[in-house]
């Protein structure tokens, strides 16, 4: 274990200096980005190992790991988004775990977690994932459908809608991904002026292991790391 925690801890400071230059030359405060380490291909000692390393704010990509990871790993403070696809008929057991669903993909799941919440007399932050791609490999809105599906935002009383969220194209490198961040960057600004009251668009969730720098440069606020931080422990 203190092998794992050595090389983790590098591995995030490294993460966490290359996201600081990155802001800086973009003009940006370091302060402005968020970094969730995603666990989707690491157990239970790699997540002991990044909270004793000082990151508490934890992604997981699929829904039945997340529960495992937090009910084994519930001794820790730790904070946990949900990152990939949810199914509605797993919205039930993922709303008491998670802190904020980043990719949540349609109107029938908004639905479902403002219906469960409200059970719980819960507001669950949330974020609208936009395949901006078009890849159809891809979940997430259209971007031409976001607009009409914000309109109707209001009738729900326990979804917090924080911003987008945006995967980039599996081919075409950090060109194409450049594109895809600019593009959930220009569709953001366009929807402000239009959302109702309840809706804030300030959170831009993208940019990966691979294209993370490119991601903080096109106004990422939020980006998603996972390999990186596991270079050379697996």
Known sequence: MPDITQ????????????????????????????LVAI??????????????SGCQLLGENRPQHLWEKAEACA?????????????????????????????VDSPRLIAAIDRFAAELSWRVPILLEVNVSGEAAKHGFEPGALGPSLAELAGYEHVEV?????????????????????????????????????????????GMSGDYEVAIQEGATIVRIGSALYEGVR
Request: charged residues 30%; aromatic residues 4%.
């Open 7 to 34: 090389k983790i801890a590098r591995n995030l400071a490294d993460v966490r200096a290359r996201i600081a230059d990155a802001a800086t030359t973009s003009g940006r405060s370091p302060d402005e980005i968020t």
């Open 39 to 52: 666990t989707k291909y690491v157990g239970e000692a790699e997540i002991r190992a990044l909270v004793e």
């Open 75 to 103: 001794d820790l403070p730790i904070r946990w988004h949900m990152v990939g696809h949810l199914q509605r008929n797993k919205v039930r057991r993922t709303v008491p775990v998670v802190e904020m669903i980043q990719s």
């Open 162 to 206: 924080r911003g987008l969220m945006c995967m980039a194209a599996f081919e075409g490198g950090l060109d194409a991904a450049r594109r895809d961040f600019a593009a959930l960057r220009n569709l953001r600004d366009r929807l402000r002026a239009g959302c109702p009251d309840c809706v804030k668009l300030g959170e831009l969730s993208m």
